[in-house]
């Protein structure tokens, strides 16, 4: 049986996800030394068995290392095969550089994930300049679906807005999905933090506190 395991603050999302899967569901002690390193430690034995590394690693510091020594410690005590399961992954987003003598973190980290794991599930990556980013087997569920669906039937007057160009892919077939209108914001980007936003008249019901859905496409 597969064993899944949770970095710090996914634990809910994990318990949840092993229990869909019939797997089982195990802790990691995580924490940190003295002097600030992280550590991470099982007492699992995952000896031939599949292991499953849930983190989404969102806004976190560290947060690869821990999930690099957790992939290290599962090979250690001979798991068959670790996979990265990431809701949310880390720097896809950039893919193209901007100025001489940025990197394009994408391609770097690609190559830490695929060196670390030896499979990836991952929401809908922004994969705009690659067909494929990584060199091991990916997963890469699609969203849209199953949140349209929920939306048509939860919501009775729907809005989508698309916050910039790079999203229509995906709003227009979200908008087609539920038989809603959408609108465009603009984007003039004047820095990493500093931008303008253009946005067109909403109609009258978008501009109360509900009725209005923003679909913010991570990916």
Same mark, same amino acid.
């Given at each position: 049986?597969?064993?899944?395991?949770?970095?710090?603050?996914?634990?809910?999302?994990?318990?949840?996800?092993?229990?869909?899967?019939?797997?089982?569901?195990?802790?990691?002690?995580?924490?940190?030394?003295?002097?600030?390193?992280?550590?991470?430690?099982?007492?699992?034995?995952?000896?031939?068995?599949?292991?499953?590394?849930?983190?989404?690693?969102?806004?976190?510091?560290?947060?690869?290392?821990?999930?690099?020594?957790?992939?290290?410690?599962?090979?250690?005590?001979?798991?068959?095969?670790?996979?990265?399961?990431?809701?949310?992954?880390?720097?896809?987003?950039?893919?193209?550089?901007?100025?001489?003598?940025?990197?394009?973190?994408?391609?770097?980290?690609?190559?830490?994930?695929?060196?670390?794991?030896?499979?990836?599930?991952?929401?809908?990556?922004?994969?705009?300049?690659?067909?494929?980013?990584?060199?091991?087997?990916?997963?890469?569920?699609? *969203?849209?679906?199953?949140?349209?669906?929920?939306? *048509?039937?939860?919501?009775?007057?729907?809005?989508?807005?698309?916050?910039?160009?790079?999203?229509?892919?995906?709003?227009?077939?979200? *908008?087609?999905?539920?038989?809603?209108?959408?609108?465009?914001?603009?984007?003039?980007?004047?820095?990493?933090?500093?931008?303008?936003?253009?946005?067109?008249?909403?109609?009258?019901?978008?501009?109360?506190?509900?009725?209005?859905?923003?679909?913010?496409?991570?990916?």
């Amino acid at each position: 049986m597969q064993l899944t395991f949770s970095l710090t603050g996914n634990e809910n999302f994990a318990c949840h996800l092993a229990e869909a899967g019939g797997w089982g569901f195990e802790h990691l002690d995580t924490g940190r030394f003295t002097v600030g390193e992280s550590y991470v430690w099982t007492f699992s034995d995952v000896a031939d068995r599949p292991v499953n590394l849930v983190d989404t690693s969102a806004r976190s510091g560290d947060g690869f290392l821990r999930l690099a020594f957790a992939a290290d410690a599962a090979r250690a005590l001979d798991a068959s095969e670790v996979t990265l399961v990431a809701p949310y992954l880390v720097y896809t987003r950039q893919d193209q550089r901007s100025q001489s003598g940025k990197t394009v973190s994408s391609k770097c980290f690609s190559r830490l994930v695929s060196s670390t794991f030896d499979r990836l599930v991952t929401v809908a990556p922004h994969l705009h300049q690659y067909s494929a980013l990584h060199s091991i087997p990916s997963h890469t569920p699609y *969203a849209v679906p199953l949140l349209a669906h929920w939306i *048509a039937a939860e919501i009775e007057e729907r809005l989508i807005i698309r916050p910039n160009e790079e999203s229509v892919q995906w709003v227009l077939e979200f *908008a087609r999905r539920i038989g809603a209108p959408n609108v465009l914001l603009r984007k003039i980007r004047h820095g990493d933090r500093n931008l303008d936003v253009e946005r067109p008249e909403l109609p009258h019901y978008a501009r109360s506190s509900q009725g209005i859905i923003e679909v913010e496409i991570l990916s």
